[in-house]
């Protein structure tokens, strides 16, 4: 009785050795597909959840957020087919080809984003729609398509199947390439000084999201052109994407804004007006001078003439007269012959109705005071 114990402990003992580094393997693989799971549908729920927010309760209804919201949902119902094939055994063709058939949606819904954020008054005419018809005829296609057929015809199956990515690929790419070139053509008319802080912010949110969705493109094509990159990589890669775009918007305030930016007013040309007042006749060497009087010698309201300054100076109204101040304090500061001048009588020649704003004003500017720039000039 005792040997055979012996016996069975020592088979037993053999083989958990034999199999332990199997179990060991087994849980790191179920553990590692747990975690790719967790990082790729959380990405996919945030996008759903980001889209139903931009279609449906966002307060300012627009196109462009009408389109954002849209190209998230089609974004997750391709990851989500990707999710499920990874993931899933025996994938139905009809999951696959609708999921593929998304991404024919995902590129003209990028571009009219593009052209929303970019022309004031854009509309979706009945001529976008024709753009719709690649969707339309994979979506329908994707519907007769059975398992039966791929398996008793797998040399043609194998070459619509690569036909189809081919054509998809291809397709998304073009709209990305259209994409960035719609951003390109409309900052040209633009100089980089002139625009608005709105107009910015829309270029280099454009910027981002063509950057993006370059990356979600190239990760799913290295999936197909070499199989060591695993599937999963292209939800992952989407998450990452989704999440970082989402604070970007959120800093940018993208949602707030769209092609009404870049409407033709008379903004550009007032400030034009306010600059040849303020640096040309030297009008912010006038202590009194003021947001009222400064509004009153355009003909606009203090509202107005606060929003141009704040768009093309990219300062508030103080800021902006103190900067030209200041500007002639250095030059006065600087010149050895007037070392005879007190820091006051500077302060006032060149503006300003007190010392201590003077200071303030020259130290926010400068980094440090007029007495400390003076010694080191």
Known sequence: MIALESINS???????????????????????????????SAGLLHGVLSALYLCFFKKKKTITNLLSGLIL????????????????????????????AFLLLIGPFLYWYMLGMTRPNFKLTKKYLLELIPFGLLFISSFFIT??????NSREAIFLFASVLLFIY?????????????????KRNYKEDELTKSQKAIFDWLRLIIIGFIMIWMSYVLNILDDQVPYIIGPIVYSIVIYFLSYKAFQLKTTEINGEAFKADDSSTLFKEISKLIVEDKLYLESDLSLSKLSGL???????????????????????????RIQDAKNILADIENQKFTISSVAFDTGFSSLSSFNSAFKKFEGKTPSMYRKLT
């Open 73 to 100: 949902v089609f974004m997750a119902f391709r990851v989500g087919k990707s999710v499920m094939k990874n993931f899933g055994d025996d994938l139905e063709p009809i999951f696959i080809f609708t999921g593929l």
């Open 147 to 152: 398992k039966a057929w791929f398996t008793t």
């Open 298 to 324: 355009i003909g606009q309201t203090n509202q107005k003439t606060s929003s141009i300054i704040n768009q093309y100076a990219k300062r508030n109204f103080n800021d902006f007269i103190n900067y030209y």
């Open 170 to 186: 291809l397709h998304f790419a073009f709209y990305i390439f259209l994409s960035w070139k719609t951003v390109i053509v409309v």
């Open 10 to 40: 020592e088979v037993i003992c053999a083989f958990f050795l034999v199999n332990i580094p199997k179990f060991e393997k087994n849980s790191l693989l179920s553990y590692l597909e747990i975690l790719l799971i967790i990082i790729s």
